[in-house]
């Protein structure tokens, strides 16, 4: 029952270092999202993947660029850490995005702290 | 998607049934009431959604108004591990680049005690 698999679960950068966040979800579903939670506020998207071989800026896409792989596996980099990305991201995936009646299933997150 | 309103925390004990309410007054009517809550240091997690009628399975019940301008979330007997914060959502059809988009609001952070 792995459902949605992130790596790594922790990650300290230094500002202008770049990495790559990992997810990887064994339900084939279509859909995949990248979100990312601040203190204080709910979760925002930064991307998504409506299908494989798609990708669509969400609401807060500057800094960041997304791979989807292949149907199972979605990546979010950071090309130069900045400490304003410093955040708890969570991949999340679904059926199919445009069905309003399916939910989303979410891995446990990437805790990023940039210096 | 439309907005919803939920309080800002709940108290519960432990084996109590807990009633967590969330308004939606301009819901459209192909608008679905998703719940999802999150646990301390994880990613949320789906609890149940509902289009008209009252939903059960076997984490919660939810219970929609005749108007659906208002659901409630039912935890039937509470646990310790229930403790987390509860988001109502509701999502509609989707398109453009709200794509599927979950929008979380600040929930209902539910305390258990024992």
């Known amino acids: 029952n792995a459902g949605v698999t992130q790596t790594p679960k922790f990650q300290v950068l230094k500002t202008g270092q770049s990495m790559t966040l990992q997810c990887a979800q064994d339900m084939n579903h279509n859909s995949m999202y990248w979100y990312r939670q601040d203190p204080g506020m709910g979760l925002r998207l930064i991307y998504y993947?409506?299908?494989?071989?798609?990708?669509d800026k969400g609401e807060v896409p500057n800094g960041y660029n997304v791979s989807r792989l292949n149907k199972r596996e979605f990546s979010l980099r950071l090309e130069s850490a900045a400490p304003s990305q410093t955040s708890v991201y969570f991949c999340a995936s679904s059926v199919r995005g445009s069905y309003s009646n399916q939910p989303q299933h979410f891995g446990d997150g990437t805790r990023l702290s940039i210096l | 998607d439309a907005k919803t309103t939920q309080p800002n925390s709940m108290e519960s004990n432990e084996e109590e049934p807990v009633h967590l309410p969330c308004n939606h007054s301009t819901i459209s009517g192909t608008d679905y009431i998703h719940w999802y809550r999150q646990l301390p240091s994880q990613g949320p997690e789906y609890v149940i959604h509902?289009?008209?009628s009252n939903v059960n399975n076997r984490m919660a019940s939810l219970a929609i108004a005749e108007d659906r301008k208002s659901s409630t979330l039912i935890l039937h007997r509470a646990t310790l591990r229930d403790a987390a914060v509860y988001y109502c959502?509701?999502?509609?059809?989707?398109?453009?680049?709200?794509?599927?988009?979950?929008?979380f609001g600040q929930g209902t952070i539910l305390t258990v005690h024992p």
């Open positions: 959502i509701l999502r509609g059809n989707a398109g453009g680049t709200s794509y599927g988009k979950l929008t």
């Open positions: 993947s409506a299908s494989e071989g798609t990708t």
């Open positions: 509902g289009l008209t």
